[in-house]
């Protein structure tokens, strides 16, 4: 009987040693340690967790800029836009690009516009984060050209990027005349059938034919 109660004991501690060792090693699995900032940590019971999302360190936007605010295209021309997010440095910098009137002016995933008959439209710009928005007025205008009498005047290309062309027909004996939106003259030539515009920046302009008393205006944009 003494050999029953001493292996009874036996197989108890046994059966004890295991169940510490079960309760230890679950209780082990069973905690998430989690390392925070500034060297600290904290534990907890995964029973207790009901999902565990990874949180990147990310940088949102905080707003976009196209960087003209309105343009004037004739048909079947192009004009890329261009933008600015504010930070540069914002994660997702993706944007959609649409058209208030693609019978006017279509525009593609890039940015770039394409005239497609007279009128006017709204092309919008907006971030995929934050839903943020810019706008630019589009102008499609008849082909700048100027005919009267036996005068055909013409100006090209426009939008501009280096040099504007002029073409006077039969009027050798004219004034060209550039300036700003403000009305302020950048430029004054005689006779000239060439216009280097690689020194004035980006935006809109009118230049203005003087011919025989007789005024000719155009407006203009700077790529």
Do not use: C
Not at 89 to 111: C, E, L, Q, R
Not at 120 to 135: F, H, R
Not at 146 to 166: D, F, G, Q, S, W
């Amino acid at each position: 009987m003494k050999y029953q109660n001493g292996r009874f004991m036996k197989i108890h501690f046994i059966l004890f040693l295991l169940f510490i060792f079960y309760t230890t090693n679950l209780t082990a699995q069973s905690k998430l340690n989690v390392n925070l900032i500034g060297g600290s940590s904290d534990s907890y019971l995964l029973n207790d967790i009901d999902k565990i999302v990874i949180i990147k360190n990310t940088v949102s936007v905080e707003s976009i800029t196209i960087e003209v605010s309105n343009i004037e295209l004739k048909k079947n021309e192009n004009y890329q836009l261009n933008y600015n997010i504010v930070p540069e440095n914002a994660t997702n910098k993706s944007v959609t690009w649409s058209s208030s009137n693609n019978n006017v002016a279509t525009v593609d995933n890039n940015g770039l516009v394409t005239a497609i008959s007279e009128g006017s439209a709204t092309i919008e710009v907006e971030t995929e984060d934050g839903k943020l928005k810019d706008i630019v007025e589009v102008i499609v205008s008849p082909t700048t050209s100027v005919e009267t009498a036996n005068i055909n005047i013409k100006i090209y290309p426009n939008p501009i990027e280096n040099r504007l062309v002029i073409e006077t027909g039969d009027i050798l004996k004219y004034e060209v005349v550039l300036s700003d939106i403000s009305g302020n003259i950048l430029y004054s030539e005689f006779d000239k059938n060439e216009i280097d515009f690689s020194i004035f920046s980006s935006g809109n302009y009118f230049l203005t034919l003087i011919a025989n008393n007789k005024y000719y205006n155009f407006k203009l944009i700077k790529k």
